[in-house]
């Protein structure tokens, strides 16, 4: 039990279009999800705490109008790239919360790669 | 924020070898997980342990919370070992905000 997916996998776009995220906790309910970004060769970075039905908590130096975070259910939430640059690709990796519980599960993880 | 650091950064071995890894973190945490990145990128779940020992196959960890540090050891290792291996720490704000170490990398060379 406790699996996440993501998708895509991976997605190349060009810059200045947008790319939608999807993930979901599969066997179990999740009232919050993290959305976590990684660089080449450091630590996952968290971007965003999202809570089911409530808007996200974007930490500091994440844009909020850049990265849009919908959580619409128990099962879902998604995170959408607008007007991606270069800059943005990166490996985007989702976790999810069990209801009444502590652990997270990760998904497989997202490569952005924006030319 | 919460600070997190892991040692050693990098660790080379030889297969069969045990070896500790350490996470030190700066404040009091809720929740402490310990993870296993492949190169693929997956994070893999090895431990959910905020305190206590905890034993899965050729891997345990154990945590101090009161002195703010946890250990993974990895015994008898093979070369599916290699990766980095990440602990998390959760704070205790209504969130429980998670905050990632610093990641000790891993090769265990036959």
């Known amino acids: 039990g406790a699996v996440v997916s993501q998708h895509p996998s991976w997605v190349i776009c060009k810059s200045g279009t947008s790319v939608k995220i999807e993930c979901r906790s599969l066997?179990?309910?999740?009232?919050?999800m993290f959305w976590y970004r990684q660089f080449p060769k450091q630590s996952l970075m968290l971007m965003a705490t999202s809570n089911e039905g409530s808007k996200a908590t974007y930490e500091q130096g994440v844009e909020k109008d850049k990265f849009l975070i919908n959580h619409a259910s128990l099962t879902l939430s998604t995170l959408t790239v607008t007007s991606a640059h270069p800059e943005d690709s990166s490996f985007y990796i989702c976790s999810a919360r069990r209801l009444g519980g502590n652990e997270q599960y990760f998904g497989p993880g997202t490569r952005l790669t924006v030319t | 924020g919460i600070q997190v650091e892991q040692s050693p950064p990098d660790l080379i071995l030889q297969e069969g070898a045990n070896s500790t890894l350490r996470c030190n973190f700066s404040?009091?945490?809720?929740?402490l997980q310990w993870f296993h990145q492949n190169p693929w990128g997956q994070l893999i779940n090895l431990f959910y342990?905020?305190?206590g020992t905890k034993q899965n196959g050729r891997l345990s960890a154990t945590t101090v919370a009161t002195e703010r540090y946890s250990l993974l050891y990895i015994s008898s290792s093979q070369t599916t070992d290699s990766g980095v291996y990440f602990c998390a720490v959760s704070d205790s704000g209504g969130y429980q905000k998670v905050t990632f170490g610093t990641g000790t990398k891993l090769q265990v060379i036959p």
């Open positions: 404040d009091s945490v809720n929740n």
């Open positions: 342990i905020p305190s």
């Open positions: 066997d179990f309910q999740a009232t919050t």
